[in-house]
């Protein structure tokens, strides 16, 4: 099992920044990828950043340029930093973790950006 805790979230006004960060404990392989996603009201689910154990990257296209993606493996921590938000990245932002045995949800955190 693996538990997931987030923080980070609130309300923020249009091109400002939050930093979120999401801290994984339990049974922690050591090759695995973390991340964020997202969903805003009425909308599917979205990948908004990925990073592996190996700090490979990967972002939506909708964030590129604005949002960063970090990790710090010997405190098992996943970080988005959100610069320049936009009011269409309002969403609850959920952090992930998956390894080859399976995947586990964190229970979201709200980000509300106002215009």
């Known amino acids: 099992q693996v538990q997931l805790v987030e923080s980070g979230g609130g309300l923020v006004q249009a091109g400002g920044s939050l930093r979120l960060s999401c801290i994984a404990s339990g049974s922690i392989s050591s090759i695995n990828s973390m991340g964020w996603y997202r969903q805003a009201p009425g909308k599917q689910r979205e990948l908004v950043a990925g990073?592996?154990?190996?700090?490979?990257?990967n972002y939506a296209d909708s964030v590129k340029g604005r949002f960063t993606i970090s990790r710090d493996n010997a405190k098992n921590t996943v970080y988005l930093q959100m610069n320049s938000l936009k009011p269409e990245d309002t969403a609850v932002y959920s952090c992930y973790y998956g390894s080859n045995v399976d995947t586990y949800w964190g229970q979201g955190t709200q980000v509300t950006v106002s215009s």
């Open positions: 990073i592996t154990s190996g700090s490979a990257t």
